[in-house]
């Protein structure tokens, strides 16, 4: 089997896609808006790829594991952004529904992952 790249796992794909749809909604908003909500969703959005390519460089299951758990933190905190957008009317309900069931994607996927290198873990570090 060959050497597995980061770029072929579809939630590190996905999330990248997802934060950067929502970049491209936060430059439109008002200053006031980019500079409370939109610097804060952004972040948490970055941080879902972000914390997946990091445990994914990281040499055993467990520390891999525990970016994971990062990452979906992350997910809980853009959730969070997301809603705030639509009360505050940042967004559109149809964005709102766009984004969010998007980012469910993204964590269903990221449980799979996570389940997945839990399989690979015997007790030897995680081949890559």
Known sequence: MGKFVLEELDVYNL???LAD???DIVVNWS???QDTVGK???RSSDSIAANIAEGYGRYFYKENRQFCFYSRGSILETKTWIKKAKKRKLITEEQYDQLLSKLEAVHIKLN???KFIGKKHVTEPQSQ
Do not use: K
């Open 15 to 17: 999330s990248n896609e």
């Open 31 to 33: 200053y006031l808006a």
């Open 40 to 42: 804060q969703i952004i």
């Open 21 to 23: 749809e929502i970049w």
């Open 112 to 114: 799979a992952y996570m």
